[in-house]
């Protein structure tokens, strides 16, 4: 779904709607205050997509997206679900936080290396050079450090079915993941290079297939 395919109804609709009710958790046009609720600006539109419809459907089942966001997604439509995600997607991403210089540094090597003795990709690879998200594989840059280390536990834990990123991470360690985390909450604002609100890809509309 391009911005354009949303009609301005619906688009001011889904803009009152994240205003009011999302951003009571997830902040001012997508940037929370709380690391216990997800950044959702800049966002990519096919991964938001993907997300409110494993809520509605209860497959993202996780402890906090069971009690936090089954009720709300189930609310959703697929054309608010579109026009949400085409909003959250087109807002200037969260500022960089820096952290622990160390952990930063050892957070850069495994996302852009991966770790070879223990079988982990290059985390680069899927989510990007600067980790900026490109169709379904989501922006982690900016994101909340403690919320990304708490995905990473509940994805390898199989809480969250996200079936490419079980086999990636399944032997990573916590503080690997506390690492990548630092890292990754450290980089800066900058956008994709692709246009992130584009939705239309290679694996939309069945991105679990990809
Ligand atoms: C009462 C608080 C609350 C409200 C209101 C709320 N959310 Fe959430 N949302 C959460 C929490 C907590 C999570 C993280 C769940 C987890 O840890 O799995 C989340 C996760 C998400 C994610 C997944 C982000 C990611 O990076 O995977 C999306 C998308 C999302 N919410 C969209 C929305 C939209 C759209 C609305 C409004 C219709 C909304 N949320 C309202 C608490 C809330
Ligand atoms: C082969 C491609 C691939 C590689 C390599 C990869 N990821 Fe992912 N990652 C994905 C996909 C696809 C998703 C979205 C899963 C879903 O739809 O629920 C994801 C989701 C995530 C999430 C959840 C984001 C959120 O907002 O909730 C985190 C955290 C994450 N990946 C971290 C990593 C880290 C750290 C590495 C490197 C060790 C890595 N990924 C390597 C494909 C990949």
Known sequence: MRAADVSPELGRSAHQLAETTCANCHGVSGRSISPTFPNLAAQTVPYLEAQLRAFRDQTRADPDALSYMWGMASQLNDATI???????????????????????????????????????????????????????????????????????????????????????????SQDQMRAVATYLESLSRARAKTDNTRGRGRCHPAPRAC
């Open 82 to 172: 579109e026009a949400i995600s085409t909003y959250y997607a087109a807002q200037t991403p969260p500022r960089a936080k820096t952290g622990d210089a160390k952990l930063t540094a050892r957070g850069k090597q495994i996302f852009e290396e991966g770790v070879t003795s223990q079988g982990v990709p290059a985390c680069a690879t899927c989510h990007g050079p600067q980790a900026r998200g490109d169709n379904i594989f989501p922006r982690l840059a900016g994101q909340h450090a403690d919320y990304l280390v708490k995905q990473a536990l509940v994805i390898q834990r199989r809480l969250r079915a996200a079936p490419v990123m079980h086999d990636v991470i399944k032997d990573l």
